[in-house]
T-cell receptor, first 110, second 112 residues
């Protein structure tokens, strides 16, 4: 069964305290792994797409990496404005739907 | 460029009432999607469309109908609302089936 599991469910960091969020997936024939950011009361906002193991992408303080079984979202020296829920998603085997994880809620305090 | 817009933003229904949620996109995307988001469940696909005049079922289609009469619009209908349909509904669109999806701001629906 195609599945996406994110951990931890919640993460509290101090400003400047770097950490990583994990997304593990089971799907046959990965067609793309997506990271989204969702602020309270808003729709998900696209961050990155990764297609193959070893691929990395960066945007400001965020860096996403991909292996054959999981992806990490590394947050370097986070700021309070990085507080949000981060969602991971992969396409199902047929490629007709995105399967989302339940998300990691990040809180960064100053 | 407004991206993906949704109407209405909030709605309260009584059990058995019907309503239609409207999604519009101005990016000329072929693919459009309707999701629901519930606490502890994550985003789940209700229906999707691969082009004007086409629709297909997603993971949780029961109790919903959709129509894509125009390329830029995707409508989600609830014929007889039930409390189990209380949720936040998101519309999304993408250029291709495997491309990133762009989401609207959501509609918060409560069914009493």
């Amino acid at each position: 069964e195609d599945q996406v599991t994110q951990s931890p469910e919640a993460l509290r960091l101090q400003e400047g305290e770097s950490s990583s969020l994990n997304c593990s997936y089971t799907v046959s024939g990965l067609r793309g792994l997506f990271w989204y950011r969702q602020d309270p009361g808003k729709g998900p906002e696209f961050l990155f797409t990764l297609y193959s193991a070893g691929e990395e992408k960066e945007k400001e303080r965020l860096k996403a990496t991909l292996t054959k079984k999981e992806s990490f979202l590394h947050i370097t020296a986070p700021k309070p404005e990085d507080s949000a829920t981060y969602l991971c998603a992969v396409h199902n085997q047929a490629g007709t739907a995105l399967i989302f994880g339940k998300g990691t809620t990040l809180s960064v305090s100053s | 460029n407004a991206g993906v817009t949704q109407t209405p933003k909030f709605r309260v229904l009584k059990t058995g009432q019907s309503m239609t949620l409207l999604c519009a996109q101005d990016m000329n995307h072929e693919y459009m999607y309707w999701y629901r988001q519930d606490p502890g469940m994550g985003l789940r696909l209700i229906h999707y469309s691969v082009g004007e005049g086409t629709t297909a079922k997603g993971e949780v289609p029961d109790g919903y109908n959709v129509s894509r009469l125009k390329k830029q619009n995707f409508l989600l209908g609830l014929e007889s609302a039930a409390p189990s349909q209380t949720s936040v509904y998101f519309c999304a669109s993408s250029y291709g089936l495997l491309n990133e999806q762009f989401f609207g701001p959501g509609t918060r629906l409560t069914v009493l």
